[in-house]
């Protein structure tokens, strides 16, 4: 039954003016429109608002676009036959919310191009960043390195040779200290490979204990140690991986004395 209640409750009214219904439901929706004063107010408040919306989201056409269409228009003949306002209005609205359903799909676009864009922009943020942490460390061994170059050409640096024991006959770590400075480096590239489970670890002999001078790191050459003021001698043990608290004597691989 096509009644007002029925009308305002399925959205009728809109479906009318966007050219939906059917020949007969609209003349059926005329006729009430006439008749009911609420449906004609409503009726015309829809109009307004559609009106509103098209002139908002109004698209200015590309200028390729415009000329195309003037030469259209100026070329076709014009009718001269009366439209009835109502069809009229129809066909304006139905424009109208085409319109705005292009400018919907154009502003997806666009914010689609903008999503893509800052997702770039945050990609290449992030390299940059990474790169500048890649020049940082690199600056950081550069300078790390000249201090090491600079300490093993001083005339203050002495240098001592560790030279490995049964345990280890190969091993060999030529160590470089400098007292002035105090500063030690040492060159572990002959050391014997250990397991992942174990490390080499560098003792200082003061006065008869053992002080922690480091882990010796794998796959290093040359590494600063740390120095040990009063020290006797170097010594060099096998220890748990990441070091130990104290020496493991019966696993010491290398020591010298210092003069």
């Known amino acids: 039954m096509m009644d007002k209640s029925y009308i305002l409750k399925h959205n009728i009214l809109e479906?009318?003016?966007?050219?939906?219904?059917?020949?007969?439901?609209?003349?059926?929706?005329?006729?009430?429109?006439?008749?009911?004063?609420?449906?004609?107010?409503?009726?015309?408040?829809?109009e307004s608002n559609f009106e509103s919306m098209a002139l908002e989201n109004a698209i200015a056409p590309p200028e390729k676009v415009k000329d195309f269409l003037m030469k259209a228009v100026r070329g076709s003949k014009i009718s001269e036959n009366p439209v009835p306002k109502n069809n009229s209005l129809k066909v304006y609205l139905s424009i109208a919310a085409t319109i705005a359903v292009l400018f919907m799909i154009t502003s997806l676009y666009i914010l689609k191009q903008l999503s893509d864009t800052r997702n770039q922009l945050q990609l290449v943020d992030t390299e940059n960043a990474v790169l500048n942490k890649n020049i940082e460390d690199l600056n950081t061994n550069v300078e790390q390195t000249s201090k090491l170059l600079a300490l093993l050409k001083s005339p203050e640096t002495e240098q001592y040779?560790?030279?490995?024991?049964?345990?280890?006959?190969?091993?060999?770590?030529?160590?470089?200290?400098n007292h002035k400075e105090k500063s030690i480096i040492v060159n572990a590239k002959d050391l014997p490979k250990l397991d992942e489970n174990h490390d080499y670890q560098m003792w200082a002999d003061v006065e008869g204990v053992m002080i922690d001078m480091g882990v010796i790191a794998k796959e290093s050459e040359l590494l600063a140690m740390n120095y040990i003021d009063k020290a006797a001698s170097l010594n060099i043990t096998i220890e748990p991986a990441g070091g130990n608290d104290h020496p493991t004597v019966s696993r010491l691989v290398t020591n010298v004395y210092l003069r």
């Not at 009318?16 to 006729?31: C, M, R, T, V």
């Not at 040779?161 to 345990?167: D, F, P, S, T, V």
């Open 15 to 46: 479906q009318y003016l966007l050219g939906e219904l059917s020949h007969a439901d609209e003349q059926k929706i005329e006729k009430l429109v006439l008749q009911d004063s609420d449906l004609k107010e409503h009726l015309h408040t829809l």
């Open 161 to 177: 040779i560790l030279k490995g024991n049964e345990l280890a006959p190969d091993a060999k770590v030529i160590s470089y200290v």
